[in-house]
């Protein structure tokens, strides 16, 4: 008698534990644990995803690579932390130099990606993050490392520095540009900088943008090839890193909006920009395409219009001197 009351006492008790287990799912289904669990991963190259508040998941075997212009996002990231800007303001102002506007000239022969400025041209911290993001200006990504840092080198180190403090293990900065070949990351790294750049406001603002009118460039247009789609986001591409793809958008979740935040690396085969982003373009949409498909989500064409679902509105704080205020 009494061994049967002790194993009904345990199947009473796991009956129990079980119950729990299942109410606590079920509470973190309700509250939109949206994972992005079976991505359909690109054969070459690697990706990153994360569908609202889930857990990132990535492809398999990422290791280090050429990121080309996506090192311009932690740029951005820098200079906003160390220079905030909120609603419509517009930051320093800087005047362009004779050897900075002269060396547009010497980065455009190297094949570089560049802004035209012009001497005594004057420009403001959002107008060159417009530069920095938009038209993806190498010698703009050059002008905001000295303003913050006072030199490149130092740019460069606090580039690491914060890397680090961000958990991307996988990351080496050795440029503030991404068009030295050495500046490496994974995508599974990228998503964690790219999520910490958008807690900021206006950097959500600007790489929404299709483009921007600059005061000696004139009207410059986002590579993003998915722009007019509503993907908004920050490309990146050469020889080496192939095509890159940072990027969020807007997907309906149960009749919640939730953003959808990844990164595609190595897409395409070639040297042509536009076929290597509109490769990069592909794979992000195939990757949103199997996730809505694997959780019964559905999609919506409506990042860069109406902005990003809440969650990005409050900024972690940087090491050392360096607060973020978005």
């Not at 793809?245 to 935040?261: I, K, P, Q, S, Y």
């Amino acid at each position: 008698m009494r061994r049967r009351r002790a194993l009904l006492g345990a199947l009473l008790a796991l009956l129990l534990a079980y119950t729990a287990l299942a109410a606590v799912r079920s509470a973190l289904n309700d509250h939109g644990r949206t994972d992005a669990s079976a991505p359909a991963w690109p054969r070459q190259g690697q990706a990153a995803l994360v569908l609202g508040n889930g857990a990132p998941a990535m492809s398999p075997d990422e290791q280090p690579v050429a990121i080309a212009s996506l090192a311009k996002v932690m740029t951005a990231y820098l200079t906003l932390a160390r220079h905030p800007l909120s609603g419509g303001q517009a930051g320093f102002t800087i005047t362009v130099t004779a050897a900075e506007a002269q060396a547009v000239a010497r980065d455009r022969a190297e094949g570089q990606s560049v802004v035209a400025v012009a001497p005594g041209e004057q420009l403001t911290e959002r107008q060159l993050l417009e530069g920095l993001l938009i038209p993806s200006g190498n010698n703009i990504a050059e002008l905001l490392a000295t303003v913050v840092a006072g030199s490149e080198t130092g740019f460069v180190a606090e580039m690491n520095v914060q890397a680090h403090a961000l958990g991307m293990d996988h990351t080496t900065y050795t440029d503030p540009s991404g068009f030295d070949p050495s500046t490496v990351s994974t995508a599974a790294d990228q998503l964690r900088v790219f999520q910490a750049a958008m807690r900021f406001s206006v950097f959500r603002q600007i790489v929404s943008m299709g483009s921007v009118t600059l005061p000696v460039a004139g009207t410059v247009t986002n590579f993003d090839p998915l722009i007019t789609e509503g993907y908004a986001g920050k490309t990146g591409s050469d020889a080496t890193a192939g095509g890159c793809l940072a990027f969020f958008t807007d997907v309906a979740v149960g009749g919640r909006r939730e953003t959808a935040v990844g990164v595609v690396l190595g897409q395409g085969q070639s040297s042509d920009t536009q076929a290597l982003l509109a490769a990069a373009g592909q794979t992000a949409e195939q990757l949103i395409g199997s996730t809505a498909a694997e959780s019964g989500t559905r999609t919506s064409a409506a990042a860069g219009r109406r902005g990003v679902a809440d969650g990005y509105g409050r900024h972690p704080l940087l090491p050392g001197r360096l607060s973020a205020q978005p």
